[in-house]
């Protein structure tokens, strides 16, 4: 169960940081890499919080990094072929 809660806590932090990202569109991509950088670091002190392990909660982060990754890609996919 914990490892469901980290999940989804986690999916929340990935979406916030889209959100940042969108609202910082016209930011130097250097500031985009440093913001990532953050949100990853909150991400794994979420994570490690609650599941007590440093191997378990890098593992969990990357998961649910590859989940919404893939999941930001298909959207984006669906709406250009949406759009062309």
């Known amino acids: 169960m914990k490892v469901y809660a ?25 500031y985009n890499g440093i913001m990532f950088l953050v949100f990853f670091y909150l991400a794994i002190i979420i994570g490690n919080i ?3 392990s440093a191997r378990k909660t890098f593992f969990i982060t ?8 893939s999941f930001h890609m298909t959207m984006s996919f669906i709406s250009f072929i949406w759009i062309s």
Request: zero cysteines; glycine letters at 6%.
């Open 6 to 30: 980290v999940l989804l806590l986690q999916l929340i932090i990935w979406s916030g940081y889209t959100l940042i990202e969108w609202l910082s569109k016209h930011d130097h991509p250097i």
């Open 62 to 69: 990357i998961l649910s990094l590859a989940i919404y990754g």
């Open 50 to 52: 609650i599941m007590k």
